[in-house]
């Protein structure tokens, strides 16, 4: 079946403007994740939502970054007055379920670059 | 807290050789490990995972890893290298139990070259 898409693939924009990074789980998975990968702090965890629990903020690195999940499915990622330190690649996972052993299947990213 | 250390950002080896990656952990408790591959502009994709059991686990592609507790050791090896093996290599551990369980904790990654 279809794995984790993201939108878009690559998305430019200048420093001070607010950006939205959309993710499309795997059908039926309930855990969504959200990381950023950049060449300076390699692979870091943002965000974790599960089902309808309160999500798992504790990687967010700042409160211009926010996240949410609409029905239990897709999820939007929102960087509010970007940063030139906010260039990454924004990776989206998802999971059968929120254990700490369920594989976590990873969509191919969003590159942003903050010009 | 969860930690994880690859040893060398770079390993280069010859097409047909033993390749290791190296792979050190540091957790409070019982670790849960993963090794992941990223190809260019691709995401990552799981070769293989420890949980309980059997310590030295099988993955994809001909991959193995070997959880060795007394060591804090999760390195990945392959007997013999194919150039499509080239490729990102991420070892991580899995969170502490209860809330923060499910994130993962990444090493910096390891870029494995394949010398023809």
């Known amino acids: 079946g279809a794995g984790v898409s993201q939108s878009p693939s690559n998305k430019v924009t200048e420093k001070g403007k607010d950006v939205e990074l959309r993710c499309d789980p795997i059908s039926g998975h309930t855990a969504l994740y959200w990381y950023r990968q950049s060449l300076g702090q390699g692979l870091e965890f943002l965000i974790y939502f599960q089902g309808n629990s309160a999500p798992d903020k504790s990687g967010l690195p700042s409160d211009r970054f926010s996240a949410e999940r609409t029905g239990g499915s897709v999820s939007t990622l929102t960087i509010q007055r970007t940063q030139q330190e906010d260039s990454a690649v924004y990776l989206c996972?998802?999971?059968?379920?929120?254990?700490?052993?369920?594989?976590?299947?990873f969509g191919p990213g969003t590159r942003l670059t903050v010009l | 807290a969860q930690s994880v250390t690859q040893l060398g950002s770079h390993v280069s080896v010859s097409e047909g050789a033993l390749v290791l990656l190296r792979c050190n952990y540091s957790s409070s408790v019982p670790p849960y490990l993963f090794w992941y591959v990223q190809y260019p502009n691709q995401g990552l994709q799981l070769l293989l995972k420890y949980t309980t059991g059997a310590t030295l686990v099988k993955g994809i592609n001909g991959f193995e890893a070997e959880f060795k507790k007394s060591e804090t050791s999760f390195h990945l090896t392959k007997p013999s290298a194919h150039m499509s093996d080239a490729a990102e290599y991420f070892c991580a551990v899995s969170g502490l139990r209860g809330q923060g369980a499910q994130k993962l904790v990444f090493g910096q990654g390891t870029r494995l070259t394949i010398n023809p």
């Open positions: 996972a998802s999971s059968r379920s929120g254990g700490r052993s369920n594989e976590q299947f």
